[in-house]
């Protein structure tokens, strides 16, 4: 039985702790037994909303051993990993951390505050010998699976487009408003925009160059709407992003569209459409599970079976996302192409 610690309760930890709950309930060899959160409010199971409902809010907290430090946490508790929700300045000291007292690391995306931090983080798995993975999820979610292996197989035939777009509400409800705080999240682009540039980088690679423009809209913030386009040999690729989309009506969405020589797929309020040429379209028989269940479960069934869970998301990949980020970072400030 994997004994789990979850360090931090905001709008992703809420999430998480719904997912664990439900793999307990399921009979998964798993438990959850104790929550971490600097916040003491969080103690009575005050869970944090964001710009998706994902918490489940008839959660028992009395079950839980409550603390506000890791590392008395992990001092005190017999665990096998902990599931890290915090701030994004904070993944790389504390993944090391945990890492460094035995334990193995399920880290939130981005996988760092920066890609030296992410090498550090790297350096600690290899020397303390720990399992660690970013949740980078879009990896994970049946419909991006869905283009991966449209791609694998070549059914369509090459690629020609693809364009992607995330965005939504201002995230206020972070923790002492972290998340508009560049130097703790890196804004819009590090925080919300990574999702779409580890996309490309998961299904393309590495872009010869990145052309980015934007614009900061809270002060201290960082970019908060981003629009780059990214250079790869014979397919146009864009990716954009706003999180100042402050009406009720729209909420949050992900979109993306892929364009083949034989068809082209869409994803869109939601829902799924695979648009072959000269043929009907179809909503395709995907798995209607979140990405974020087979994420965690991913993880840790790894652990179980004693296989490093790096073939899902590789660590040398989450780091070349950020990378990249930092490649659009210096675009949009520099006002010009940059070349990685």
């Not at 798993?30 to 809010?57: F, H, M, P």
């Not at 419909?143 to 694998?152: E, F, N």
């Given at each position: 039985?994997?004994?789990?610690?979850?360090?931090?309760?905001?709008?992703?930890g809420?999430?998480?702790?719904?997912?664990y709950?439900?793999?307990?309930?399921?009979?998964?060899p798993l438990?959850?037994?104790?929550i971490?959160?600097?916040?003491?409010?969080?103690?009575?199971?005050?869970?944090?909303?964001?710009?998706?409902?994902?918490?489940?809010?008839?959660?028992?907290?009395?079950?839980?051993?409550?603390?506000?430090?890791?590392?008395?946490?992990?001092?005190k508790?017999?665990?096998?990993?902990?599931?890290?929700?915090l701030?994004?300045?904070?993944?790389?000291?504390?993944?090391?951390?945990?890492m460094?007292k035995g334990?193995?690391?399920?880290?939130?995306?981005p996988?760092?505050?920066s890609?030296?931090?992410?090498?550090?983080m790297?350096?600690?798995?290899?020397?303390?010998?720990?399992?660690?993975?970013?949740?980078?999820?879009?990896?994970?979610?049946?419909?991006?699976?869905?283009?991966?292996?449209?791609?694998?197989?070549?059914?369509?035939?090459?690629?020609n487009?693809?364009?992607?777009?995330?965005?939504?509400?201002?995230?206020?409800?972070?923790w002492?408003?972290?998340?508009?705080?560049n130097?703790r999240?890196?804004g819009?682009?590090?925080?919300q925009h990574i999702?779409?540039?580890d996309?490309?980088?998961?299904?393309?690679?590495?872009?010869?160059?990145v052309?980015?423009?934007?614009?900061?809209?809270?002060?201290?913030?960082?970019?908060?709407?981003?629009?780059?386009?990214?250079?790869?040999?014979d397919?146009?690729?864009?990716?954009?992003?706003n999180?100042?989309?402050?009406?009720?009506?729209?909420?949050?969405?992900?979109?993306?569209?892929?364009?083949?020589?034989?068809?082209?797929?869409?994803?869109?309020?939601?829902?799924?459409?695979?648009?072959p040429?000269?043929?009907?379209?179809?909503?395709?028989?995907?798995?209607?599970?979140?990405?974020?269940?087979?994420?965690?479960?991913?993880?840790?069934?790894?652990i179980?079976?004693?296989?490093?869970?790096?073939?899902?998301?590789?660590?040398?990949?989450t780091?070349?996302?950020?990378?990249?980020?930092?490649?659009?970072?210096?675009?949009?400030?520099?006002k010009?192409?940059?070349?990685?």
């Amino acid at each position: 039985m994997l004994k789990v610690g979850l360090v931090g309760l905001g709008f992703m930890g809420s999430s998480h702790l719904g997912i664990y709950k439900r793999l307990m309930d399921e009979g998964y060899p798993l438990e959850l037994v104790a929550i971490c959160d600097v916040d003491e409010k969080k103690r009575t199971g005050e869970l944090t909303q964001g710009n998706i409902d994902v918490s489940d809010k008839s959660i028992d907290f009395s079950q839980f051993n409550f603390y506000t430090d890791m590392e008395e946490m992990i001092d005190k508790e017999n665990l096998d990993y902990v599931d890290l929700c915090l701030p994004t300045y904070l993944h790389a000291p504390y993944s090391i951390k945990a890492m460094e007292k035995g334990l193995h690391v399920f880290c939130e995306k981005p996988m760092a505050i920066s890609s030296a931090a992410c090498q550090e983080m790297i350096d600690a798995k290899t020397k303390y010998d720990r399992y660690l993975m970013i949740g980078q999820t879009l990896r994970f979610f049946p419909s991006y699976r869905y283009i991966k292996d449209t791609l694998d197989s070549g059914r369509y035939g090459k690629l020609n487009e693809v364009a992607l777009f995330r965005g939504g509400t201002t995230p206020l409800w972070s923790w002492d408003n972290w998340l508009l705080d560049n130097a703790r999240s890196g804004g819009c682009l590090l925080d919300q925009h990574i999702h779409d540039v580890d996309t490309i980088n998961w299904l393309l690679g590495t872009p010869k160059s990145v052309n980015s423009i934007g614009k900061v809209y809270f002060e201290g913030s960082g970019y908060d709407m981003v629009s780059t386009n990214y250079e790869f040999d014979d397919v146009v690729v864009n990716a954009q992003d706003n999180w100042t989309i402050n009406n009720n009506d729209f909420g949050f969405e992900m979109r993306f569209r892929f364009s083949f020589q034989e068809g082209t797929i869409i994803l869109e309020k939601g829902k799924l459409v695979d648009y072959p040429n000269n043929e009907d379209s179809f909503e395709p028989d995907i798995d209607s599970e979140s990405g974020y269940y087979i994420e965690i479960k991913h993880f840790a069934q790894s652990i179980i079976d004693g296989k490093d869970p790096q073939e899902a998301a590789p660590l040398a990949s989450t780091m070349e996302t950020i990378r990249i980020a930092e490649a659009e970072v210096a675009s949009a400030d520099q006002k010009k192409t940059v070349t990685l």
